[in-house]
């Protein structure tokens, strides 16, 4: 069996073998006239001496030197063939007109090989789009959309990247973290995932062929899917060909032709885990200490999501780099198909369903299924992800069947603690119960809820004394550490804690076994040896503002409410699956679409709801100040996410939440709908998450508006009710409401935390009688037009706002106002801006 030096070092090999590419492009004097492999290699073997992570860089290729000697090339060879083997960027010289190598050919955007989903045989194409390389490298991914116009990537800002690189390479080096897979992994995603993985400019017939054919797949995703396939084809030659692999170079058996045949070997699995019960465990919570039991119940799924990953590859020997994705309840990765993968399998899913089952009561399950598949099958993936899709809902279908003798068994009695008493935040009756103290208020609770609310607490502190928090995973249970400062998941702990880097008082606990980085792009944090990133979505208000749904609705700007929005992409399943084209449904490309959605709802989103430098300005709605959102994700994750907070801030994070995945795919044709839903913060969780889900399934369904049909999704449920297309020429859309709304600005003014009427202008009266009206419209279908003119003529206003009078009368009047109810939805912002606190029962 390989050991795990050698895996890590084929790992590495992987990870590192097309680096001359990206320094070949830096134009450095010391590389004119070598190849990329030679200087890949050259710079490899300085920091890594003469090793298999430096001879892959210069034996990977079919015409390398001692490619067919050694059977460790042989699969990182084959390896890198099975990772490009979908490449379009090929010349055809009976159909194409030229093909030239260019350095400075840009990446075009993964998003803009997708196609309409919304349609029943999708094939209207978006329009092009292009990823620069990011104009500033600093401690943080910055924002940086991709755009319409192919622009260039010249070597001096490859050289710029290139310096950063090596700068954050030497501060893993210093602290020997240039072994550890995860902080090289992350610090290539960070360099290369905007850089092209090759650069051949091929000119086609048309325009539209031509950019077919222009590069699409990152350096990183295809470093990243090579190192994934050497460690399977190793392993499945491995327990296949025995003893040979170190007698003799299995040239025929690794790289043959006949390994790519319809009717050869599947040498890969495709592993799926899907954790069910999710959205029940989340909202089933009282109001008491509501807002840190969700974030702790969400950061908890995302834990042991990655503590199920983590599993999993330590059983199977495999890295990261393995992972396709991870997120919103689901992840996938690539494994070996061996023997000995599908048996450790079905171990860690026993094992881990066990603890579900007797910490939650079968209220959550992992499902845990694999399909083989072929290297033939990486250029159109879709049958293996069906096959997997499909595996996984028959499996739902039988869920608790592993638990059946505990379910069908005699009722058990209620816990002595019970008696009288049950947790008042998920109503258990079976487990030991304890104290907890949440404010002014003692409540009993059962274990895993107690860990919970202290999680959600841990992460508000860490993310309170430190800009980045930390998580510290234990192997064995911490004794120096108070219970209250971790919680357990299966047999090992995490502890959330402030990252204070660069401070010698404050270093990272050497005693813990891995330290999970924060949403930490900056490489020279990653110091312990079990250093790694994690990306979540946990945006929370600033230190200094309200972080309870009380104070957030009471300190908030406008009416006392708390607000709910879900969101989630339309259509995902057709997007990777029919809305890419065929011949373009490849492995490669799945997993940069995977990455780049990923990103945007586990690391982006926080720096949109942050306002932070670079991201899009954030809105505000009437003139209201401008202030830290008080908002926060409940979780955000896969394709979708779930706000609370006060509700005119959920509103406007939702609006820019949609503005940004607009700019950052670049695609009309991907789209998000979304629901909202407003209530008491004295209100149980579970009500308004219905409530939003709710109005997010309106917004997703056909409707009928008069006597026409209106198709389903790209739409926005505003406060429960009123849905509107997020853009939409011909009828009344979200951009219209806030059109509507900026009529009716000039007559407000900002008076503390709330909107007041301006002197001599339009009284609230005013506002309610036009609300009236158009809702009588709405309701009824006809438009009382006198009773307008009579509301209109009667109100007289101060000759400073005459013009935004007469703005605003001929905008009602006018067609602009076709519909009337993105209207009536201004006016009930407007008029809940214009009221303040009101959370109290």
């Known amino acids: 069996m390989l050991s795990h030096e050698k895996r890590r070092s084929l790992c590495l090999a992987g990870l590192f073998h097309d680096l001359g590419k990206f320094k070949q492009r830096a134009e450095r004097s010391e590389d004119r006239g070598k190849t990329h492999g030679e200087i890949g290699y050259r710079w490899l073997q300085g920091h890594y001496g003469e090793n298999l992570v430096a001879l892959g860089a210069k034996n990977h290729h079919a015409s390398d030197e001692h490619v067919w000697e050694v059977n460790d090339f042989l699969v990182l060879y084959e390896a890198d063939n099975c990772s490009a083997s979908e490449r379009r960027t090929t010349y055809d010289n009976k159909k194409d007109v030229s093909a030239v190598w260019q350095r400075d050919v840009p990446l075009a955007s993964v998003f803009s090989r997708v196609r309409n989903p919304h349609e029943d045989d999708p094939h209207a194409l978006p329009p092009p789009a292009f990823w620069e390389l990011p104009r500033r490298i600093g401690p943080r991914l910055g924002w940086q959309p991709p755009k319409a116009e192919e622009g260039q990537n010249p070597s001096d800002a490859y050289g710029a990247l290139w310096q950063g690189f090596e700068l954050e390479f030497q501060a893993l080096k210093a602290c020997g973290n240039h072994h550890n897979v995860d902080s090289v992994m992350h610090l290539l995603e960070k360099y290369t995932g905007t850089v092209p993985s090759m650069t051949l400019r091929v000119r086609g017939t048309d325009d539209k062929e031509t950019y077919r054919k222009h590069p699409d797949v990152s350096l990183f995703d295809h470093l990243k899917t ?5 460690l399977c084809l190793a392993d499945f030659c491995w327990e296949k060909y025995g003893d040979e692999w170190s007698r003799r170079p299995l040239k025929e058996e690794i790289a043959g032709a006949a390994t790519w045949g319809e009717d050869a070997e599947s040498p890969f699995l495709l592993v799926g885990g899907d954790l069910s019960g999710v959205q029940r465990f989340l909202y089933t919570i009282s109001a008491k200490g509501a807002l840190k039991s969700l974030k702790g119940r969400s950061f908890f799924l995302e834990l042991f999501l990655e503590h199920a990953v983590d599993t999993v590859l330590e059983s199977l020997g495999l890295f990261r780099c393995n992972v396709i994705f991870t997120g919103g309840g689901h992840f996938y990765l690539v494994a070996a198909n061996t023997r000995k993968t599908e048996e450790a399998l079905r171990e860690v899913k026993g094992r881990l369903n066990r603890y579900l089952f007797h910490d939650f009561n079968g209220a959550l399950e992992l499902f845990l299924c694999w399909v083989p598949f072929r290297k033939a099958d990486l250029k159109d993936v879709t049958e293996p992800w069906q096959r997997l899709s499909g595996a996984l809902e028959e499996a739902k279908k039988r869920k608790g069947e592993n638990f059946l003798a505990e379910l069908l068994g005699e009722p058990q ?63 064995r249970e911490p004794e120096a550490i108070p219970r209250n400062r971790y919680i357990r998941i299966e047999d090992r702990f995490y502890q959330p804690a402030a990252g204070y880097f660069g401070r010698k008082h404050e270093e990272l606990n050497r005693a813990a076994d891995a330290v999970f980085h924060l949403n930490d792009w900056d490489l020279s944090h990653f110091q312990h040896p079990g250093s790694r990133p994690l990306f979540a979505g946990v945006y929370l208000p600033p230190e200094d503002a309200p972080r309870d749904l009380e104070s957030m609705a009471e300190r908030g700007f406008g009416m006392g409410r708390i607000g709910v929005v879900r969101m989630d992409v339309d259509r995902l399943g057709r997007i990777f699956s029919l809305s890419l084209p065929p011949g373009e ?34 809105t505000l709605l009437a003139g209201r100040p401008a202030g830290p959102r008080l908002t926060t994700v409940v979780y955000s994750g896969g394709d979708d996410l779930f706000l609370i907070g006060h509700w005119l801030d959920t509103l406007e994070a939702a609006l820019d939440i949609q503005k940004a995945f607009a700019a950052f795919t670049a695609n009309p044709f991907i789209t998000i709908s979304a629901g909202m839903a407003v209530g008491s913060p004295h209100e149980p969780v579970y009500r308004l998450a219905d409530a939003a889900g709710e109005a997010e399934r309106l917004a997703k369904r056909e409707r009928r508006e008069g006597a026409k049909t209106i198709a389903g999704r790209q739409s926005f449920t505003l406060l429960g009710r009123h849905v509107f297309p997020w853009k939409d020429s011909k009828k009344p859309d979200v951009a219209k409401v806030l059109e509507a709304l900026k009529h009716l600005e000039p007559f407000v003014d900002v008076d503390g935390r709330s909107l007041k009427t301006r002197p001599h202008g339009l009284s609230k009266g005013f506002y ?12 009824d279908g006809v438009w009382l037009l006198p009773k307008l003119a009579y509301l209109f003529g009667r109100t007289k206003v ?34 809940m801006m214009m009221r303040e606190g009101g959370s109290k029962p």
């Open 226 to 230: 090579t190192a994934a396939f050497t």
């Open 413 to 475: 009695d209620p816990h002595p603690d019970c008696y009288t008493d049950k947790c008042q935040v998920c109503g258990r009756e079976d487990r030991a119960l304890e104290i907890l103290a949440i404010r002014e208020t003692a409540i009993t609770v059962c274990e895993p809820c107690r860990d919970q609310y202290y999680l959600g607490d841990l992460l508000q502190q860490a993310a309170r004394k430190g800009h980045l928090p930390v998580i510290y995973r234990w192997d």
């Open 585 to 618: 449904r490849t492995f490669s490309l799945t997993a940069s679409l995977s990455r780049q959605l990923s990103l945007f709802f586990k690391y982006h989103i926080n720096g949109i709801l942050e306002g932070a430098e670079g991201y899009p300005e954030k």
């Open 768 to 779: 309610y009688k036009l609300l009236q009206l158009v809702r009588r419209q709405r309701q």
């Open 798 to 831: 101060d000759g400073s706002l005459e013009e935004h009078w007469g703005a605003l009368k001929h905008y009602i009047f006018s067609s602009k106002a076709d519909g009337w109810r993105h209207v009536e939805a201004a006016l009930l912002i407007l008029l």
